[in-house]
C-alpha cells in the first residue's frame, strides 16, 4: 500500500489532485489502520502513473437538449426569473410573490392573501411513520386524487392548482411543535410599510416552519427559510424540471405534473443530496471537519453538498443562502463548523459548496429532521415546476419522442 503523500508523488500530483481524483471515482481508497488518514493499492497507482493522467473521457455522459424558455436563465452571476435576480428577491420578496412571478409574469402588488388548501394525511393506521419527506410524496399522491382538477391549462388555472397544491402539501405535513404559525418580516414587501417591513401573516414559510422545526424561529431565521425557499424555486431544466415537461406534454395535470417531479426529486443525486451533506456536517460536529472531510474521502465517495455541473466556480445559491445564515447567526459553534466543513473540502479538492451544502447548513442550525432540506426544495420546486409546465402546455403536446439505439442480440 502507498501512504497518500507517496501516491501523489509517484502520479506527480499535488495531495489536493489526489483527493480530487478519488471524488470524481478515478482512484479507489481505503482507510488506513489509525481509522483516520488513506492509503492506495500501489499496482492501481502504477498503472495510472503509466497511463498518464486522467482525462475527461470524449464520450458524454449526459444527452443534450436545447429547450426554449422564458422562467428562468442561469449563469455564474446569479439566477435570474423572469429577468430578475433571485439574490434581491430571496431578501425582499415572499415565495408566494415569486411563485406568482414565475406562474404569471409579473409580482403582484397587492398585500398577500394566504394560500388555501385541504388537510390530507400520509399516516395509514397501524403502520409507523413514515420519514417527512416519504410524508409529503405521499400526501402530493393523494392530492392528485382527490384535490379537484383545474378547470383548464391555462396559466391562470394552473396558478390557481398550483396555490392549492403547496397549501394543501405543506398544511398536511405532521406538526413538529408549536401549531402557532410565525409571522414574516421582509423589508420591501408589497404591502409593507418602512425599511423593517411588516410581519406577514399566514406565509408558506411561516407554515412550514412549524413542520420543521420544533422550535419557534430565531429572530431572521423565518426570513432564511423563505429566502431558500425563493433561492431554490427553480433552476432552468434540472432533471425533476425535464421529467415535469415531459409530463406535461402528455397533458398530465398539474398534480400529476408535481408528482413527477417529486418522484425524481427523491433521488439521492438530486433533492436527496443535503441529507448526505447533512450527516458530514454532523459527523463534523464530533471528530471535526478535517477528519469528517477525510472518511468521505478514504470511502471513495463524492463529497456530498459540492461542486456543480453548471456552475465552474461556486453555486450563486449557496453564497446567497450561507450569508444569510451568517448575518442571521453570527460565529456560532454550528456555523463554525458548517465554515471549517467548506474550508477543509476546498483545501483538499478545490471545490466551492452548492446550494445542498448550504441547505443542509440551515437545516442542522435549525434543528430540522435530517430529510428537512429535502423537504425544503420539494416545496419550493413545486413552483418552477408548474412555470415549465405552463410553458410546456402552449407547446404542441407529445413532442418528447426519442429513438433508442438498440445495442442487444
Not at 502520479?11 to 481524483?21: D, F, M, N, R
Not at 446569479?78 to 409579473?106: N, Q
Request: proline letters at 6%; a positive charge.
Amino acid at each position: 500500500m502507498m501512504t497518500t503523500h507517496e501516491a501523489a508523488k509517484r502520479l506527480g500530483i499535488k495531495v489536493e489532485t489526489l483527493y480530487a481524483y478519488v471524488s470524481r471515482g478515478l482512484v479507489e481508497s481505503q482507510v488506513a489502520s489509525d481509522g483516520r488518514s488513506s492509503v492506495f493499492d500501489a499496482r492501481s497507482i502504477e498503472e495510472l502513473a503509466r497511463r498518464g493522467r486522467p482525462r475527461q473521457s470524449s464520450r458524454s455522459t449526459s444527452l443534450n437538449m436545447l429547450i426554449e424558455t422564458r422562467v428562468t436563465s442561469l449563469s455564474a452571476q446569479g439566477v435570474r426569473y423572469r429577468g430578475l435576480p433571485t439574490e434581491e428577491l430571496a431578501v425582499t420578496r415572499t415565495f408566494e410573490d415569486v411563485a406568482e412571478l414565475l406562474w404569471l409574469g409579473e409580482l403582484p402588488t397587492a398585500r398577500l392573501v394566504p394560500w388555501t388548501g385541504h388537510s390530507l394525511s400520509a399516516h395509514a393506521p397501524g403502520r409507523a411513520p413514515l420519514e417527512l419527506g416519504a410524508s409529503l410524496r405521499v400526501i402530493a399522491a393523494r392530492a392528485m386524487a382527490e384535490l379537484p382538477r383545474p378547470g383548464g391549462l391555462d396559466p391562470a388555472s394552473v396558478a390557481a392548482a398550483g396555490r392549492r397544491i403547496i397549501a394543501t402539501v405543506t398544511d398536511s405535513l405532521p406538526a413538529a411543535g408549536a401549531r402557532q404559525i410565525p409571522r414574516l418580516t421582509l423589508p420591501g414587501v408589497a404591502g409593507t410599510e418602512g425599511d423593517a417591513g411588516v410581519p406577514i401573516s399566514g406565509t408558506i414559510a411561516g407554515r412550514l416552519w412549524t413542520r420543521l422545526s420544533p422550535h419557534r424561529p430565531p429572530p431572521g431565521m423565518l426570513a432564511v427559510l423563505n429566502a431558500a425557499l425563493v433561492l431554490l424555486a427553480d433552476h432552468e431544466l434540472a432533471a425533476s424540471t425535464l421529467a415535469v415537461r415531459v409530463a406535461a406534454s402528455t397533458r398530465a395535470d398539474p398534480a400529476a405534473a408535481v408528482c413527477t417531479g417529486l418522484g425524481v426529486l427523491s433521488g439521492p443525486l438530486h433533492g436527496g443530496a443535503s441529507i448526505e451533506a447533512r450527516a458530514m456536517l454532523e459527523r463534523a460536529v464530533h471528530v471535526g471537519a478535517p477528519r469528517a472531510v477525510d472518511e468521505v474521502l478514504a470511502q471513495g465517495r463524492r463529497i456530498p453538498g459540492f461542486g456543480h455541473r453548471v456552475y465552474a466556480e461556486a453555486d450563486p445559491r449557496a453564497v446567497v443562502l450561507l450569508r444569510l445564515l451568517r448575518a442571521t447567526w453570527g460565529r456560532t459553534r454550528l456555523l463554525t463548523v458548517v465554515d471549517d466543513v467548506d474550508a477543509a473540502v476546498r483545501a483538499r479538492i478545490d471545490q466551492a459548496a452548492n446550494v445542498d451544502f448550504a441547505l443542509a447548513a440551515m437545516a442542522m442550525i435549525g434543528e430540522m429532521p435530517a430529510d428537512g432540506g429535502e423537504v425544503v426544495m420539494s416545496i419550493a420546486r413545486m413552483a418552477g415546476w408548474l412555470a415549465h409546465a405552463i410553458e410546456e402546455y402552449a407547446e404542441a403536446p407529445l413532442r418528447f419522442r426519442p429513438r433508442a439505439s438498440y445495442i442487444g442480440r
